[in-house]
C-alpha cells in the first residue's frame, strides 16, 4: 500500500512562501499525474493544482501566477511551491495520484496532510 506523507507547511505571514513537498513509498507508478488539493477548516477539500507524468500543469484560479506544482519521479516527490500567500490560502494541504483525465479522482488513500496557516 502507497503510502503519502506531506511536509512544509507553517505559520507565514501575508506575502510570504512557502514550499511544500510530498513523499511516497512504494511504487506510486509515475504514469499518473499528481495533484494538490487543500481543505480550510470547515470546508470541503479542493483541488489547486496537478501536473501529468509530461508535465503539463493546471491550477485552481485562486492561486494561479502564484504557486507553482513540480514533480520529480526519480524521488516519487511532488512539489508545491506557494509564494505571495495570503489568509484565504490557509488549509491543510494534501496530495494525491491522480487521473490526467479526470484530476478530481484520486487513486490513494490520504496522508495526513501538512497545515499552511496565513497570518501577521
Known amino acids: 500500500q502507497v503510502q503519502l506523507v506531506e511536509s512544509g507547511g507553517g505559520l507565514v505571514q501575508p506575502g510570504g512562501s512557502l514550499r511544500l513537498s510530498c513523499a511516497a513509498s512504494g511504487d506510486i507508478n509515475s504514469n499518473f499525474a499528481r495533484a494538490w488539493y487543500r481543505q480550510p477548516a470547515g470546508k470541503p477539500r479542493e483541488l489547486v493544482a496537478s501536473?501529468?507524468?509530461?508535465?503539463?500543469?493546471n491550477y485552481a484560479d485562486s492561486v494561479k501566477g502564484r504557486f507553482n506544482i513540480s514533480r520529480d519521479d526519480a524521488k516519487k516527490a511532488v512539489y508545491l511551491q506557494m509564494n505571495d500567500l495570503k489568509p484565504e490560502d490557509t488549509a491543510v494541504y494534501y496530495c494525491?495520484?491522480?487521473?490526467?483525465?479526470?484530476?478530481?479522482?484520486?487513486?490513494?488513500?490520504w496522508g495526513q496532510g501538512t497545515q499552511v496557516t496565513v497570518s501577521s
Open positions: 494525491n495520484s491522480v487521473y490526467s483525465s479526470d484530476p478530481f479522482r484520486t487513486r490513494l488513500p
Open positions: 501536473i501529468t507524468p509530461g508535465g503539463s500543469t
